[in-house]
């Protein structure tokens, strides 16, 4: 079993739909990570939690750490997003354990 | 201020033989950190440097695998007697981590040598 788990693993929307992706964590962490990987591979942060929500344009990152949860929403999606969204946890010690990731898709 | 740089950008070699890649993340982070990207599959950690120390080695796939870290910047990893298992994008990353608890800090990522093993 992974220490994290991403959901769905594959997405594909219309533009302008509300997109959520899903990450559940098994171990404690010190910080979670959303990464933003666009074909061709460049890998781009996009959000470290520790606790609550943060925004960012039109992107929103929550964790609830009691559930060992977090959720990435991107809103009025567009095909620009199209990329694939990596959830990564740091344990204590700068440990990292990473997702599978979700391939978004966003149609026009 | 440049970003995190990584090279080579691409290095293909055969199997048996030994190389290095190397980052040059970006000044004055003192957390260094390597990854790979195996072909359809996520990422995997390797090894994190802080300062010049690695305080966990355990990521690293083999003894054929090390990494060093020299004056707090530049970091190499070095692989030996490679296998076409280590094919894989290598990814370096840097942060500013400052000391206490909360020391993790965002990561910033170079562009990645692409390893291929003939």
């Known amino acids: 079993k992974n220490e994290v788990e991403q959901s769905p693993q594959n997405l594909t929307a219309q533009e302008g739909e509300f997109i959520t992706i899903n990450c559940s964590y098994s171990v404690g962490i010190s910080a979670l990570h959303w990464l933003q990987q666009h074909p061709g591979g460049g890998i781009v942060s996009l959000f470290m939690l520790s606790s609550g929500k943060k925004k960012h344009g039109r992107l929103i990152a929550t964790i609830n750490i009691q559930e060992k949860h977090s959720s990435l929403h991107i809103t009025a999606s567009h095909p620009r997003d199209s990329a694939v969204y990596i959830c990564?946890?740091?344990?204590?010690?700068?440990?990292?354990?990473f997702g599978t990731g979700t391939s978004l898709t966003v149609i026009p | 201020g440049a970003g995190v740089s990584q090279s080579p950008s691409n290095k293909v070699t055969e199997k048996g033989k030994d190389v290095e890649l190397r980052c040059d993340p970006i000044?004055?982070?003192?957390?260094l950190y390597w990854y790979r990207q195996s072909l359809g599959q996520g990422l995997e950690f390797l090894i994190y440097f802080q300062g010049n120390s690695a305080p966990d080695k355990s990521g690293l796939p083999s003894d054929r695998f090390s990494a060093e870290r020299t004056g707090g910047s530049v970091s190499t990893l070095t692989i030996q007697r490679t296998q076409q298992e280590d094919s894989a994008v290598y990814l370096c990353?840097?942060?500013?981590?400052?000391?206490?608890?909360?020391?993790?800090?965002?990561?910033?990522f170079g562009p990645g040598t692409r390893l291929t093993v003939l």
């Open positions: 000044s004055g982070h003192t957390a």
């Open positions: 990564a946890v740091a344990r204590a010690g700068n440990q990292f354990y």
């Open positions: 990353a840097s942060s500013l981590n400052t000391p206490g608890w909360s020391s993790y800090n965002e990561q910033f």
